[in-house]
């Protein structure tokens, strides 16, 4: 039995607009393994990406409490917060977030060079990393010189690059044609089961979801697995 990466308890959140508290989540749970890849669907302003800042520890809970290997981010100082985020924590959005004025292999440095890691050293990781997801020939390239299918892989080189535990991934696909999200999601899977890392997929689309290990639905605020 492969080791739980990371696990959520009794998670609740509501907001409060003009007198009305709407919530979000209603007691979810959630554990994801070592090697294991999980997709979590749901309409539009389910609380998918709500729950995945929790899960990330960029937004907190109501009640309930999240483990990252075993590991409280909510008792954490926030200094010791953003270290343990940077090393055992990677985030892939919607919009890639690469800065457009860095070259990629820059771009992909990035998160070790915040990490401390020497910059000789931070290259050579980066162009390993770069070389797994197939854009050796563009690490000279800035992002306004990507497809978007490229930019993509991108930012699953500066997700991956500092060898996280668990990565968090924010409908990544979504400005992508179905071909090409099908092979981002494949080298997702590929990923996860050469790092050993849980990988947390949120997509609208499901099709991409079959691909993964698991599937969950966020539905009036409860997480339910999908059989
Ligand atoms: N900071 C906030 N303040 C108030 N309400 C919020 C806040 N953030 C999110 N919400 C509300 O919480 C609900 C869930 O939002 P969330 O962004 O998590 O949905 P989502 O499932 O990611 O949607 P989408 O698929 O459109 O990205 C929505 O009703 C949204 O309006
Ligand atoms: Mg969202």
Redesign the pocket.
């Known amino acids: 039995m492969s080791s739980i990466i990371l696990s959520a308890a009794n998670i609740c959140?509501s907001?409060?607009?003009m007198n009305e508290k709407?919530t979000?989540l209603k007691e979810v749970n959630l554990t994801v393994h070592s090697g294991e890849m999980i997709a979590i669907i749901?309409?539009?302003?389910?609380?998918?990406?709500?729950?995945?800042?929790i899960l990330g520890g960029l937004?907190s809970p109501d009640s309930g409490v999240v483990l990252v290997e075993n590991q409280n981010m909510a008792t954490m100082q926030e200094r010791q917060r953003c270290h343990f985020r940077n090393r055992y924590l990677g985030f892939i959005y919607?919009f890639h977030h690469l800065l457009p004025e860095f070259s990629i292999l820059d771009n992909v440095c990035m998160p070790l060079w915040i990490g401390g890691v020497s910059s000789e050293h931070a290259k050579n990781q980066a162009l390993d990393m770069l070389e797994r997801v197939g854009l050796t020939a563009r690490r000279k390239h800035r992002m306004a010189e990507l497809s978007g299918g490229e930019r993509q892989r991108a930012a699953i080189a500066r997700a991956l690059v500092t060898g996280p535990r668990c990565i968090l991934a924010?409908?990544l696909t979504g400005n992508l044609d179905h071909a090409t999200a099908l092979n981002i999601v494949s080298l997702m899977k590929e990923l996860t089961r050469e790092t050993q890392a849980g990988m947390i997929l949120?997509t609208?689309d499901l099709s991409l979801a079959a691909m993964c290990h698991q599937r969950y639905t966020?539905r009036s605020g409860e997480l339910l697995i999908v059989e």
């Open positions: 959140k907001y409060h607009e709407i979000v749901g309409a539009s302003g389910s609380g998918k990406s709500t729950l995945l800042h937004a919607q924010d409908e949120v609208h966020l």
